[in-house]
């Protein structure tokens, strides 16, 4: 197996302060990795660094076998989907959803005059239709609710056909059902051997699609563990991951993790 994203050594520095600390970390093809950490911890500078948005300022950070700082960005990026907030913002609200993931494919946000091939929008309507977006495709993005968009971000990530695909937090602001309906699908997605290798940042491991396969955990800028879940999710690494004492347990496919109550 290849690597898709190797970091060694790599740290960012902003106001001599360190967002992300030393860190080695290898996530080789195939692999579903979820990022767990705490507010501030360092988890969407990691995915910038992931995405070529953001480079090191010390350590050496390998994409797709690219190693940044020696590759034409605007060639690496069109091989990485992302799904995040800061990205869904730059979608303009009055796109048609159908627009909004055909875009992707010319990796741009917006596009009213684009001719696009029949071949492209075919492949739009199917992701839609994957993602349960069916009866969405000629609504304006601007209208969706806060899943529907969601789910409106992870179809157009998928439209580049990507080697490596990001997912910052797919979950956040989701209602129970949003959320439970959403790490279906993406459980599909992580099980489907087809599926690029991914990388997905969350706070909570209630959210952690089945399918997926490891876990970094991070605080303050630096990794405390990264390896398969099956080892490395467990109540000590994740009380030291947060910062007080949790309690975590694997039901069937999928994990909980609660405070111990205080005494
Ligand atoms: N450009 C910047 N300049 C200075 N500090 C920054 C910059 N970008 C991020 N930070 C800081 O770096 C730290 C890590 O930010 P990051 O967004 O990676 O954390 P996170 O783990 O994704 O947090 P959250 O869970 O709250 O989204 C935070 O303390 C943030 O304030």
Redesign the pocket.
Known sequence: MSDVLELVDVS?V??G?A??DDVSWSVKEGERWI?L????????????LASSYLFPSAGQATILGERLGSVDVFELRPRIGVSSSGLADKLPPGQTVLQTVLTAAYGMTAGWHEDYDAVDEDRARAFLDRLGMNDFVDRSFGTLSEGERKRTQIARSMMADPELLLL??PAAGLDLGGREDLVRRLGRLARDPFAPSMIM?T?HVEEIPPGFTHVLM?RQ?KVLTAGPLETEMNSANLSRCFGLPLVVERIGDRWTANGLPLS
Do not use: F, S
């Not at 507010?39 to 910038?48: D, V």
């Open positions: 960012v902003r106001d302060r967002l992300v990022i950490g705490p507010n501030g911890a360092g988890k969407t500078t990691l995915l910038n910052d937090e940042v706070h991070i800028g």
